[in-house]
């Protein structure tokens, strides 16, 4: 749709498939020289994991007038230095899931493009072991479970 997309990810381990999936680039977090190298290149930042980043730093990469979308919820409240806002006339903003509206254009979008989720489908006697699986970070990249298997 004419969007140059990043992908930022703590480690190198899923570039290929970022990649695949249509990403432009490719950078892990997990290397000090990316925050310099991409500082201030980013109109938008759109956080998905559920964990506790250093906010300044990814407010660093955007642009003037650039926002940080947060859609991932962390358990414990994040802290920024509000100059990293200021300064660039930066934004910090969230969204939920939307409602059944806002998820059939969702819907009808992702079928006009083909656009598919990737999962892995599991029975519903296996849910512990996925769980485990979640906690070690071992899943590509959502569990859906058989509902003919209950």
Same mark, same amino acid.
């Given at each position: 749709?004419?969007?140059?997309?990043?992908?930022?990810?703590?480690?190198?381990?899923?570039?290929?498939?970022?990649?695949?999936?249509?990403?432009?680039?490719?950078?892990?977090?997990?290397?000090?020289?990316?925050?310099?190298?991409?500082?201030?290149?980013?109109?938008?930042?759109?956080?998905?994991?559920?964990?506790?980043?250093?906010?300044?730093?990814?407010?660093?990469?955007?642009? !003037?007038?650039?926002?940080?979308?947060?859609?991932?919820?962390?358990?414990?409240?994040?802290?920024?230095?509000?100059?990293?806002?200021?300064?660039?006339?930066?934004? !910090?903003?969230?969204?939920?899931?939307?409602?059944?509206?806002?998820?059939?254009?969702?819907?009808?979008?992702?079928?006009?493009?083909?656009?598919?989720?990737?999962?892995?489908?599991?029975?519903?006697?296996?849910?512990?072991?996925?769980?485990?699986?979640?906690?070690?970070?071992?899943?590509?990249?959502?569990?859906?479970?058989?509902?003919?298997?209950?």
């Amino acid at each position: 749709m004419g969007a140059e997309v990043t992908v930022l990810s703590r480690s190198m381990n899923k570039k290929a498939e970022a990649l695949d999936f249509g990403a432009d680039h490719y950078f892990a977090t997990n290397d000090p020289t990316t925050f310099t190298e991409l500082a201030g290149r980013f109109d938008l930042v759109l956080n998905t994991v559920s964990a506790n980043l250093n906010v300044d730093a990814y407010l660093s990469l955007l642009r !003037i007038d650039g926002t940080l979308v947060n859609v991932g919820a962390p358990a414990e409240p994040d802290q920024y230095h509000v100059f990293s806002l200021i300064m660039g006339r930066r934004s !910090i903003a969230g969204s939920l899931v939307g409602g059944i509206r806002e998820t059939q254009e969702m819907l009808d979008f992702s079928a006009q493009y083909g656009i598919a989720p990737m999962i892995e489908v599991i029975p519903a006697d296996q849910v512990d072991k996925a769980y485990e699986r979640v906690l070690r970070s071992d899943v590509r990249y959502r569990f859906v479970i058989d509902i003919a298997t209950l």
